[in-house]
């Protein structure tokens, strides 16, 4: 299914132009165990509805970003760079 996504450098372009990384979530502590860390690379909630992720944008400003789009019909409602990302 082709989309577009709107980059906070770019503009709207075309889903084809980026890649996807995975649905955002936080980071454990440094110190945190092995099965932490595991769910953190291995697990992802993959829910339906709304969720933020992270997308790279390859074919333009090669920049990495946040998404927050609606995994139902794919409209993105907004996107930005990680350090404009407040947590809510």
């Not at 082709?2 to 075309?14: H, M, T």
């Amino acid at each position: 299914m082709s989309f577009q996504l709107n980059c906070p450098n770019c503009g709207k372009r075309a889903v084809s132009e980026f890649t996807f990384k995975s649905e955002f979530q936080d980071r454990p502590a440094p110190d945190a165990d092995f099965k932490e860390w595991g769910d953190f690379v291995f697990l992802r909630e993959n829910k339906k509805g709304k969720q933020t992720e992270w997308w790279f944008h390859r074919s333009g400003c090669q920049s990495w970003f946040l998404v927050e789009r609606d995994t139902t019909n794919n409209t993105d409602h907004q996107s930005f760079l990680f350090k404009d990302f407040k947590k809510k």
